[in-house]
C-alpha cells in the first residue's frame, strides 16, 4: 500500500513551454501533497504544500505564478511550470500525506525536467 | 538556516557490519524524525520514524536512536548489506498547526556497503 504515481518520469522540452507533472496517490486519498524540487547532490527543497479543493502554500522564494499547483481531487495534484526556462530543470518530487499512517508522506518516483 | 544537518557526506562500511548514520537538528519544536532512502532518480522510500517521546524505535534490521536534550538522531543498520548502498536522508516535522505534515530535510548521507 501508499503508493504514490508521478508522470512523467522525464520530460525535455524547449524553453518559453509550460510542462505538467502530474502526482496520484494509488491506494488512498490524500488531502495534502507536497511538491519538492532536488538539485544535484543536495537536499529536497519543499517548493508548496498542495492542499485539495484550496490554495497551494508556497514556500518563500517560490513563484506562484511560475509554478501552478491545482489538487483538484484527494487523488491527484499537478504541478504546471510555466514558460520553463533551462534554470528550471532539476528534479521535481512529490509526495502524499497519508494523514492515517503517522504523520508519513510517501514520495513519488520523480520528474527529471531538462529544459532546452 | 540548516535546520537539519548531515554532517557526513558519504559513509563505507563492509558487508555484514554496522552502518551508523547521524543526523542533527537545530529547532526545538520538531517532535517527529524520519529516515528515508533514496536511490538516483527515484523518490525516497520511508524507512523508519520516531516520535519525540520516545528514544528508540526498531524495525528489523533498522534501529532509530533520539536524544532530544543533544538534538540529534541516528539510524543504525545492522547487519548491513550491499542493497543498503543508497542515500539516507533524515527529516523532520512539527505535527500539528499549520506546519502539520511539512518536513524538513538534511542533506543526505551516502552509505556504500561493500562486499
Same mark, same amino acid.
Not at chain 1, 508521478?6 to 522540452?13: D, E
Not at chain 1, 509526495?95 to 499512517?101: C, P
Not at chain 2, 524505535?57 to 536524544?67: M, S
Given at each position: ?61 517560490? /513563484?506562484?505564478?511560475? $509554478?501552478? !499547483?491545482?489538487? +483538484?481531487?484527494?487523488? *491527484? ?9 533551462? /534554470?528550471?530543470?532539476? $528534479?521535481? !518530487?512529490?509526495? +502524499?500525506?497519508?494523514? *492515517? ?16 | ?115
Amino acid at each position: 500500500g501508499a503508493v504514490v504515481s508521478q508522470h512523467p518520469s522525464r520530460v525535455i522540452c524547449k524553453s518559453g513551454t509550460s510542462v505538467k507533472i502530474e502526482c496520484r496517490s494509488l491506494d488512498f486519498q490524500a488531502t495534502t501533497m507536497f511538491w519538492y524540487r532536488q538539485f544535484p547532490k543536495q537536499s529536497l527543497m519543499l517548493m508548496a504544500t498542495s492542499n485539495e479543493g484550496s490554495k497551494a502554500t508556497y514556500e518563500q522564494g517560490v /513563484e506562484k505564478d511560475k $509554478f501552478l !499547483i491545482n489538487h +483538484a481531487s484527494l487523488t *491527484l495534484s499537478t504541478l504546471t511550470v510555466t514558460s520553463a526556462h533551462p /534554470e528550471d530543470s532539476s $528534479f521535481y !518530487i512529490c509526495s +502524499a500525506l497519508r494523514a *492515517l499512517a503517522k504523520n508519513i508522506q510517501y514520495f513519488g518516483a520523480g520528474t527529471r525536467l531538462s529544459v532546452l | 538556516d540548516q535546520q537539519v544537518k548531515q554532517n557526513s557526506p558519504s559513509l563505507s562500511v563492509q558487508e555484514g557490519r554496522i552502518s551508523i548514520l547521524n543526523c542533527d537538528y537545530t529547532n526545538s519544536m520538531f517532535d517527529y524524525f524520519l529516515w528515508y532512502k533514496k536511490y538516483p532518480a527515484e523518490g525516497p522510500t520511508f524507512l523508519i520514524s520516531i516520535s519525540s517521546i520516545k528514544d528508540k524505535n526498531e524495525d528489523g534490521r533498522f534501529t532509530v536512536f533520539l536524544n532530544k536534550s543533544a538534538k540529534h538522531l541516528s539510524l543504525h543498520i545492522v547487519p548491513s548489506q550491499p542493497g543498503d548502498s543508497a542515500v539516507y536522508f533524515c527529516a523532520a516535522s512539527v505535527r500539528g498547526g499549520t506546519s502539520y505534515g511539512k518536513l524538513t530535510f538534511g542533506q543526505g548521507t551516502i552509505l556504500t556497503v561493500h562486499p
